[in-house]
């Protein structure tokens, strides 16, 4: 479901920061830039393991929202919904894979153009916790957001109750700003409550 949380599941503690083969200096430069995905991915000429996903990445984006119990704290969407989003303008796909090649976390972010420059993080999921896939792969997400397009703040939603993704969030910087009643639908119908968290480009760029 769409809905539901759009979130990791655990602290990843053990890895460290993908690292990009250039970035843009500031907000300010961003905004000089195109809003393009083709641009943003432009900046990352070297990565291997973080790259834009594609229809034929589907099936296993799929099989990774589909772990035992992840229906009910992160949700899930249709083959369909993942057809239409993964084509949309402004939406954008992006994998981490292993060293076979095969998807082991994806994201999709939406907003891109978007004229406030806010950015959803409507979907980020890791395959196995507890590796430090997560916590690697969100540092590049939010370094490619802020860096590669003119995005002044990035935001998601989680269930209250996934502590370990509140906590991964926390550690890079989001702050936690409101709960929406029931505003999320987990797969078996039943209404939830999500939480709204975000980081600002100002309080990303001063932890740098």
Same mark, same amino acid.
């Given at each position: 479901?769409?809905?539901?949380?759009?979130?990791?599941?655990?602290?990843?503690?053990?890895?460290?920061?993908?690292?990009?083969?250039?970035?843009? @200096?500031?907000?300010?430069?961003?905004?000089?830039?195109?809003?393009?995905?083709?641009?943003?991915?432009?900046?990352?000429?070297? &990565?291997?393991?973080? $790259?834009?996903?594609?229809?034929?990445?589907?099936?296993?984006?799929?099989?990774?929202?589909? &772990? @035992?119990?992840?229906?009910?704290?992160?949700?899930?969407?249709?083959? @369909?919904?993942?057809?239409? *989003?993964?084509? &949309?303008?402004?939406? +954008?796909?992006?994998?981490?894979?292993?060293?076979?090649?095969?998807?082991?976390?994806?994201?999709? +972010?939406?907003?891109?153009?978007?004229?406030?420059?806010?950015?959803?993080? *409507?979907?980020?999921?890791?395959?196995?916790?507890?590796?430090?896939?997560?916590?690697?792969?969100?540092?590049?997400?939010?370094? +490619?957001?802020?860096?590669?397009?003119?995005?002044?703040?990035?935001?998601? $939603?989680?269930?209250?109750?996934?502590?370990?993704?509140?906590?991964?969030?926390?550690?890079?910087?989001?702050?936690?700003?409101?709960? +929406?009643?029931?505003?999320?639908?987990?797969?078996?119908?039943?209404?939830?409550?999500?939480?709204?968290?975000?980081?600002?480009?100002?309080?990303?760029?001063?932890?740098?």
């Amino acid at each position: 479901m769409g809905n539901l949380d759009q979130s990791g599941r655990s602290h990843e503690d053990t890895a460290g920061p993908l690292t990009p083969s250039c970035c843009i @200096p500031s907000y300010a430069s961003a905004l000089a830039r195109p809003t393009d995905c083709g641009y943003i991915l432009g900046m990352w000429t070297k &990565q291997t393991d973080f $790259r834009r996903a594609h229809a034929a990445d589907i099936p296993a984006i799929m099989e990774i929202e589909r &772990q @035992p119990g992840y229906d009910q704290l992160v949700g899930r969407w249709s083959e @369909p919904q993942h057809h239409t *989003n993964i084509s &949309q303008p402004g939406y +954008l796909y992006l994998v981490h894979d292993d060293s076979n090649g095969l998807p082991i976390a994806f994201a999709a +972010l939406s907003g891109l153009g978007d004229a406030k420059g806010e950015v959803w993080i *409507n979907r980020f999921i890791v395959k196995t916790p507890g590796r430090g896939t997560g916590r690697a792969f969100l540092g590049a997400i939010m370094q +490619l957001a802020f860096e590669g397009a003119p995005t002044s703040k990035l935001w998601l $939603r989680v269930r209250p109750e996934n502590q370990p993704a509140r906590h991964l969030y926390q550690t890079h910087g989001f702050i936690e700003e409101r709960v +929406l009643p029931q505003a999320g639908t987990t797969p078996d119908g039943k209404r939830v409550d999500l939480l709204v968290m975000s980081i600002l480009y100002d309080d990303w760029a001063l932890s740098r």
